[in-house]
């Protein structure tokens, strides 16, 4: 008969290889991105918010959108070309509506019927109303929304909480390297994860960074 230490340390193995197994709902997510979610990817019909980080919330469009999928940015009159291709995001792919006004959430809930991943920008918090609404939608079109502010219930909610840059010598030289410290909080309770970008872009879980051709660079948040 097994022991409790046995079949405890069997459910451990379980627990830690689930995440492995093919999930119809998962999206294209990059490998270095894969630690902030359940599940190692982002999931169709969900949300996600991220907070202090502008940077991080487009990189989260980068492998659904290198893969062939379509993808929208509401709300981002900064969006910067440059800093979307170097993170893999293809523009030919990418629905751009940078000044929405009050119609930003309308828009996110009529482009989830066409799109993959929506990224949204809100300045200010949602009425629960409008967030059952849309949060329907998404489930009913298997889209997956990005929160760039405060989203309630989200899968995983992503926190910027420390940002570190190199390449700068005394007074001179470029911004290549740059970490950032994130907080999640999800199912799996509160995890604190490092995340890199050489050059714009997103380094994978080992240090190496996905092919990507070198482009001129905006300086993203």
Excluded at 39 to 44: I, Q, R, T, V
Excluded at 49 to 69: D, F, I, K, P, R
Excluded at 161 to 171: N, P
Excluded at 184 to 201: A, K
């Amino acid at each position: 008969m097994a022991s409790v230490a046995t079949v405890h340390t069997l459910q451990q193995r379980i627990t830690e290889m689930q995440p492995l197994r093919l999930d119809d709902r998962a999206l294209p997510t990059h490998p270095g991105l894969r630690q902030l979610f359940p599940g190692g990817a982002l999931k169709k019909g969900a949300s996600y918010a991220v907070q202090g980080s502008q940077q991080l919330a487009l990189s989260m469009l980068s492998a659904a959108s290198a893969s062939g999928e379509w993808c929208g940015v509401i709300g981002c009159p900064t969006f910067s070309a440059e800093a979307a291709t170097s993170l893999g995001i293809a523009l030919e792919r990418l629905i751009l509506i940078p000044a929405p006004g009050a119609d930003a959430l309308a828009l996110s809930g009529t482009l989830s019927e066409i799109l993959t991943v929506v990224l949204l920008m809100l300045p200010t918090r949602p009425s629960h109303r409008d967030v059952e609404r849309i949060s329907a939608r998404l489930r009913e079109h298997g889209t997956a929304l990005i929160v760039a502010g405060d989203w309630p219930h989200p899968e995983s909610s992503l926190r910027v909480t420390a940002s570190r840059w190199r390449g700068l010598g005394t007074g001179y030289g470029l911004l290549e390297e740059r970490e950032i410290s994130v907080r999640t909080q999800d199912r799996r309770g509160i995890s604190e994860h490092t995340v890199r970008f050489t050059g714009g872009r997103i380094q994978g879980p080992a240090g190496a960074t996905a092919a990507q051709p070198r482009l001129p660079r905006a300086v993203p948040q």
